[in-house]
């Protein structure tokens, strides 16, 4: 769809608390069918969940596979699609813009950890900085923070990454794995929208809850995609 990266930039404009965008993940054409079908106005493909269809460890999927997947997914439906693309694997901006726009992507992640350590935050935001550029409004960024997961799990170092990435052209940013306790902090100091994860768990925050505390759109990883595996699994046991 043309106008997909103008579709998925307004849905994350002006969105009254309470009321996140929430982006399921489909992990191949058949399941971003029925979530397309379900009502959802946009999904986001996460990488584990992919990987894990494709038959390969998180972080371990060949780039060519990835972007061959993701097109799969596009072509499947009629929304618009972002996605998961990791650390970027090792591509230059224009060509990992070039490699999205094929798949039919029209927006994505870029964490700022490789190898399970953070990047400079500086040299990372000359990246994204890069990127944008190339992408010239072609695809929206949703640039991921990793320092709950790869650093101290500072908030304010957090903030800091998010603004630096922010000012390079991301449009949205998302600290995964932050606290529930620390999204009214992020909010009020990170100027852009807010993706935050939420837990599919019985004890878990709703997201309508985490749209409450500054959520502004909700992803869910690869989770969708191990639940249904579980069921397969379910299932299967009941056919012996």
Request: hydrophobic letters at 50%; a negative charge.
């Amino acid at each position: 769809m043309s106008d997909g990266v103008e579709v998925l930039r307004a849905l994350h404009l002006r969105r009254p608390p309470g009321e996140p965008l929430i982006l399921p993940g489909p992990w191949d054409a058949a399941s971003a069918r029925a979530l397309a079908e379900a009502g959802f106005e946009a999904l986001a493909t996460p990488s584990a969940g992919v990987a894990a269809a494709l038959g390969y460890a998180d972080g371990e999927t060949p780039a060519d596979e990835m972007f061959a997947a993701v097109a799969r997914i596009t072509r499947a439906v009629d929304v618009p699609v972002t996605a998961d693309i990791e650390d970027g694997y090792g591509l230059a901006p224009k060509e990992l813009v070039e490699r999205l726009l094929a798949a039919g992507a029209v927006g994505c992640n870029i964490e700022d950890s490789t190898g399970g350590a953070l990047k400079d935050p500086r040299e990372h935001a000359g990246y994204l900085a890069e990127f944008c550029a190339a992408a010239a409004g072609r695809i929206f960024l949703n640039a991921r923070v990793d320092t709950f997961v790869h650093g101290d799990g500072d908030p304010g170092r957090a903030v800091e990454r998010a603004a630096l990435y922010l000012a390079a052209g991301a449009e949205c940013v998302y600290p995964i794995m932050a606290p529930v306790a620390v999204l009214p902090l992020l909010r009020s100091g990170i100027e852009g929208p807010l993706n935050a994860l939420a837990l599919l768990t019985s004890d878990g925050p709703s997201p309508a809850a985490l749209g409450e505390l500054g959520a502004t759109r909700i992803t869910f990883g690869p989770q969708l995609q191990r639940r249904a595996t579980a069921a397969a699994a379910e299932l299967a046991a009941g056919l012996r």
